[in-house]
């Protein structure tokens, strides 16, 4: 009888925790082959969409741990926000071809804005003066990209022309999460990418679609300990 090989247990314990739908979206016909080249190396987790339905997180995680056990994926490193050293559990990423997560604003401003206008705005709680473009509008609330500072405050060109609309709550932010996927209603602590100060957020989790989030009630005091950083 040929003696079982770590690999070879880890290959049937992938090809368990995998949907078996078998329907080939992954780039290979079938889930066992993909969980062969899991361990080859010759693709990701990612690549297989279903992991990331809520059905399928604790098989998720548990691939992510058998694939750990091989050294295919390193150990997570913490995300630890540079300006106050709090940990978050996952990085926000902008959603496929966008520049920056979206964020949801409520302007105080009695000014009428529109689509495609360039505003410049503070986040109530944060020090820095932002840039945003405008993606959707809808009962007083904008959707914006961000597209300043840096570059703007040094133009007055007529491209760079915005509406200046002071302080902004900021309601929502909408992206990927790059870690750690959390539940639907869970009050999680998040890094937005684009975020200038690398300073960590907190809110709550309202919608989840894959690893495609919504997370709105956003906070910028964030309660916990510091991580202790070294000198
Ligand atoms: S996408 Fe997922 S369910 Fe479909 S064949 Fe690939 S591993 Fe199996």
Same mark, same amino acid.
């Given at each position: 009888?040929?003696?079982? %090989?770590?690999?070879?247990?880890?290959?049937?314990?992938?090809?368990?925790?995998?949907?078996?739908?078998?329907?080939?979206?992954?780039?290979?016909?079938?889930?066992?082959?993909?969980?062969?080249?899991?361990?080859?190396?010759?693709? %990701?987790?990612?690549?297989?969409?279903?992991?990331?339905?809520?059905?399928?997180?604790?098989?998720?995680?548990?691939?992510?741990?058998?694939?750990?056990?091989?050294?295919?994926?390193?150990?997570?490193?913490?995300?630890?926000?540079?300006?106050?050293?709090?940990?978050?559990?996952?990085?926000?990423?902008?959603?496929?071809?966008?520049?920056?997560?979206?964020?949801?604003?409520?302007?105080?401003?009695?000014?009428?804005?529109?689509?495609?206008?360039?505003?410049?705005?503070?986040?109530?709680?944060?020090?820095? %003066?932002?840039?945003?473009?405008?993606?959707?509008?809808?009962?007083?609330?904008?959707?914006?990209?961000?597209?300043?500072?840096?570059?703007?405050?040094?133009?007055?060109?007529?491209?760079?022309?915005?509406?200046?609309?002071?302080?902004?709550?900021?309601?929502?932010?909408?992206?990927?999460?790059?870690?750690?996927?959390?539940?639907?209603?869970?009050?999680?602590?998040?890094?937005?990418?684009?975020?200038?100060?690398?300073?960590?957020?907190?809110?709550?989790?309202?919608?989840?679609?894959?690893?495609?989030?919504?997370?709105?009630?956003?906070?910028?005091?964030?309660?916990?300990?510091?991580?202790?950083?070294?000198?």
């Amino acid at each position: 009888m040929t003696k079982k %090989t770590k690999s070879n247990t880890s290959k049937e314990e992938l090809e368990n925790l995998l949907p078996g739908y078998n329907c080939g979206i992954c780039g290979y016909a079938r889930c066992e082959e993909f969980a062969g080249a899991l361990l080859k190396k010759h693709t %990701t987790l990612d690549k297989c969409s279903f992991l990331y339905q809520e059905l399928f997180k604790e098989n998720l995680e548990q691939m992510r741990n058998v694939l750990k056990s091989e050294n295919i994926i390193l150990e997570e490193k913490p995300v630890i926000g540079l300006l106050d050293g709090y940990e978050a559990d996952f990085i926000l990423k902008p959603l496929p071809k966008e520049s920056s997560c979206r964020e949801i604003l409520y302007p105080f401003t009695r000014e009428k804005l529109k689509k495609e206008d360039i505003i410049r705005y503070r986040p109530l709680g944060c020090p820095i %003066t932002h840039f945003g473009k405008i993606i959707d509008e809808e009962h007083g609330l904008i959707t914006v990209h961000m597209v300043g500072p840096c570059h703007r405050l040094s133009d007055d060109s007529e491209e760079f022309q915005f509406k200046e609309i002071g302080l902004c709550m900021v309601g929502g932010f909408e992206g990927i999460i790059e870690g750690q996927l959390p539940n639907v209603g869970e009050t999680v602590r998040f890094l937005p990418k684009h975020c200038m100060m690398q300073k960590v957020h907190s809110g709550v989790v309202v919608q989840l679609e894959g690893k495609k989030a919504l997370i709105e009630g956003i906070d910028l005091k964030v309660w916990a300990p510091p991580i202790k950083r070294e000198k």
